[in-house]
Nanobody, 120 residues
Protein backbone atom coordinates (compact mmCIF):
# COMPACT_ATOMS: atom_id res chain seq x y z
CA UNK A 1 0.00 0.00 0.00
CA UNK A 2 1.57 3.25 -1.17
CA UNK A 3 0.79 6.27 0.91
CA UNK A 4 1.86 9.81 1.71
CA UNK A 5 1.80 10.93 5.34
CA UNK A 6 2.11 14.60 6.28
CA UNK A 7 3.16 16.04 9.61
CA UNK A 8 4.16 19.37 11.09
CA UNK A 9 0.98 21.40 10.85
CA UNK A 10 -0.39 23.40 13.75
CA UNK A 11 -1.27 26.80 15.12
CA UNK A 12 1.21 29.65 14.83
CA UNK A 13 1.10 33.41 15.18
CA UNK A 14 1.51 35.68 12.19
CA UNK A 15 5.18 36.12 11.38
CA UNK A 16 6.04 32.69 12.73
CA UNK A 17 7.35 29.58 11.03
CA UNK A 18 6.34 25.98 10.51
CA UNK A 19 7.98 23.07 8.74
CA UNK A 20 5.82 20.46 7.05
CA UNK A 21 7.10 17.00 6.21
CA UNK A 22 5.65 14.32 3.97
CA UNK A 23 6.95 10.78 3.82
CA UNK A 24 6.11 8.39 1.00
CA UNK A 25 6.00 4.73 1.94
CA UNK A 26 5.18 1.41 0.31
CA UNK A 27 6.48 -0.54 -2.66
CA UNK A 28 7.75 2.53 -4.49
CA UNK A 29 10.10 2.13 -7.41
CA UNK A 30 10.58 5.82 -8.12
CA UNK A 31 9.17 9.23 -7.26
CA UNK A 32 9.06 11.93 -9.87
CA UNK A 33 7.53 15.27 -8.99
CA UNK A 34 6.46 16.07 -5.39
CA UNK A 35 4.53 19.06 -4.26
CA UNK A 36 2.44 20.82 -1.67
CA UNK A 37 -1.07 22.12 -2.24
CA UNK A 38 -3.47 23.88 0.09
CA UNK A 39 -7.18 24.29 0.35
CA UNK A 40 -9.47 26.55 2.32
CA UNK A 41 -13.09 25.53 2.84
CA UNK A 42 -15.15 26.68 -0.11
CA UNK A 43 -12.11 27.31 -2.27
CA UNK A 44 -10.28 25.32 -4.89
CA UNK A 45 -7.15 23.41 -3.99
CA UNK A 46 -4.14 25.41 -5.15
CA UNK A 47 -0.51 24.65 -5.78
CA UNK A 48 1.85 26.05 -3.16
CA UNK A 49 5.17 24.62 -4.34
CA UNK A 50 6.55 21.76 -6.40
CA UNK A 51 9.90 20.06 -6.83
CA UNK A 52 11.16 17.59 -9.41
CA UNK A 53 13.35 14.60 -8.68
CA UNK A 54 16.26 16.70 -9.92
CA UNK A 55 15.53 19.54 -7.53
CA UNK A 56 13.87 22.06 -9.84
CA UNK A 57 11.33 24.05 -7.87
CA UNK A 58 8.35 26.27 -8.57
CA UNK A 59 6.20 28.36 -6.23
CA UNK A 60 2.90 30.14 -6.13
CA UNK A 61 3.46 33.90 -6.33
CA UNK A 62 1.82 34.34 -2.93
CA UNK A 63 4.52 32.32 -1.15
CA UNK A 64 7.66 33.21 -3.10
CA UNK A 65 10.40 34.42 -0.80
CA UNK A 66 8.65 33.01 2.28
CA UNK A 67 8.30 29.27 1.63
CA UNK A 68 10.97 26.80 0.60
CA UNK A 69 10.34 23.31 -0.72
CA UNK A 70 13.01 20.64 -0.52
CA UNK A 71 13.26 16.87 -0.68
CA UNK A 72 15.41 14.02 0.55
CA UNK A 73 15.26 11.36 -2.15
CA UNK A 74 16.96 8.77 0.05
CA UNK A 75 14.17 9.14 2.60
CA UNK A 76 11.31 9.59 0.10
CA UNK A 77 10.48 12.78 1.95
CA UNK A 78 9.48 16.27 0.88
CA UNK A 79 9.54 19.31 3.15
CA UNK A 80 7.93 22.72 3.14
CA UNK A 81 9.61 25.36 5.26
CA UNK A 82 7.15 28.18 5.83
CA UNK A 83 8.44 31.48 7.19
CA UNK A 84 6.80 34.86 7.75
CA UNK A 85 3.43 33.18 7.90
CA UNK A 86 0.31 35.25 7.32
CA UNK A 87 -3.30 34.62 8.33
CA UNK A 88 -4.13 34.07 4.66
CA UNK A 89 -1.81 31.05 4.67
CA UNK A 90 -4.35 29.28 6.87
CA UNK A 91 -5.53 26.13 5.08
CA UNK A 92 -5.27 22.37 4.97
CA UNK A 93 -1.97 21.53 3.30
CA UNK A 94 -1.77 18.41 1.16
CA UNK A 95 1.25 16.51 -0.06
CA UNK A 96 1.17 15.26 -3.64
CA UNK A 97 3.50 12.99 -5.58
CA UNK A 98 3.85 11.19 -8.88
CA UNK A 99 5.10 7.72 -8.03
CA UNK A 100 5.83 4.52 -9.93
CA UNK A 101 5.13 1.09 -8.53
CA UNK A 102 5.33 -2.26 -10.32
CA UNK A 103 1.74 -3.07 -9.37
CA UNK A 104 0.11 0.18 -10.52
CA UNK A 105 2.60 1.87 -12.80
CA UNK A 106 2.78 5.67 -12.67
CA UNK A 107 0.07 7.28 -10.55
CA UNK A 108 -0.57 10.49 -8.72
CA UNK A 109 -1.07 10.25 -4.97
CA UNK A 110 -2.38 12.58 -2.26
CA UNK A 111 -1.75 12.69 1.45
CA UNK A 112 -4.53 13.08 4.00
CA UNK A 113 -3.72 16.73 4.71
CA UNK A 114 -2.45 18.67 7.69
CA UNK A 115 -4.06 21.80 9.11
CA UNK A 116 -2.07 25.02 9.28
CA UNK A 117 -3.67 27.89 11.18
CA UNK A 118 -2.06 31.32 11.39
CA UNK A 119 -3.50 33.69 13.94
CA UNK A 120 -3.30 37.46 13.58
Amino acid sequence: QVQLVESGGGLVQAGGSLRLSCVASGSIVSINRMGWYRQDPGKQRELVAGITSGGITNYADSVKGRFTISRDNAKNTVYLQMNSLKPEDTAVYYCNADMFTWSRGSKNYWGQGTQVTVSS
